[in-house]
């Protein structure tokens, strides 16, 4: 079956734009979550949802970085006012959320951001 | 601060052979751990997982090991293949925050033929 689709694959954006990240999960995924990988570092958490609801965002760097997800699948992470250090790779996830523990994030290819 | 440390950027091991990547952690509340394998413009690919009250898991060619006193964990691969070149990055979550994965900087393998 399809896997997780980010989109798009690249993206370069003039510094102070707004820029829309999209995320399809795989198909029956519950869980969804963004993590970002900036140059020479790890993979870092910025929000997970649960169905349409976002119960930690405790990861998004600043009021500038929003996330929502509509019916249960399709997510869009959202960069108002791009700054130069918003430049990474976006990298989305998704699980079944059967046995929280334990569950496999699945993970996308990944959205890379440059903010010239 | 980083909670999960891989101090080796790269390893570089003859086909064949073992392939052994480190990883240390620093938040004794972490309770379960991971390894993904990432190849170049894809997303990181689950591979093998931990829990605290086991110290070791297998399966195939690859092998953790924890060591919870010296909060250190091991990934071995034996015998190592050129299609395992890629870079591996550790993970650990708690059962407080288990959606929340935090991970090390990763580690370069490349296995020469």
């Known amino acids: 079956g399809a896997g997780v689709s980010q989109s798009p694959s690249n993206k370069v954006t003039e510094k102070g734009k707004d820029v829309e990240l999209r995320c399809d999960p795989i198909?029956?995924?519950?869980?969804l979550y963004w993590y970002r990988q900036s140059l020479g570092q790890g993979l870092e958490f910025l929000i997970y949802?649960?169905?349409?609801?976002?119960?930690?965002k405790s990861g998004l760097p600043s009021d500038r970085f929003s996330a929502e997800r509509t019916g249960g699948s399709v997510s869009t992470l959202t960069i108002q006012r791009t700054q130069q250090e918003d430049s990474a790779v976006y990298l989305c996830?998704?699980?079944?959320?059967?046995?929280?523990?334990?569950?496999?994030?699945?993970f996308g290819p990944g959205t890379r951001l440059t903010v010239l | 601060d980083q909670q999960v440390k891989q101090n080796s950027p790269s390893l570089s091991v003859q086909e064949g052979r073992i392939s052994i990547l480190n990883c240390d952690y620093t938040?004794?509340?972490?309770?379960?751990f991971l390894w993904y394998k990432k190849y170049p413009a894809e997303g990181p690919t689950f591979l093998i997982s931990?829990?605290?009250?086991?110290d070791k898991n297998e399966d195939g060619r690859f092998t953790v090991f924890l060591n919870k006193s010296a909060k250190h964990l091991s990934l071995h691969i034996v015998p190592s293949q050129p299609g395992d070149s890629a870079v591996y990055f550790c993970?650990?979550?708690?059962?407080?925050?288990?959606?929340?994965?935090?991970f090390g900087k990763g580690t370069l393998l490349t296995v020469n033929p």
């Open positions: 198909s029956g995924h519950t869980a």
């Open positions: 949802f649960q169905g349409n609801s976002a119960p930690d």
């Open positions: 938040n004794s509340m972490f309770d379960y």
């Open positions: 993970a650990a979550s708690t059962s407080g925050s288990n959606y929340k994965l935090t």
């Open positions: 996830a998704s699980s079944l959320w059967r046995r929280a523990s334990t569950d496999t994030q699945y």
């Open positions: 931990i829990s605290s009250i086991k």
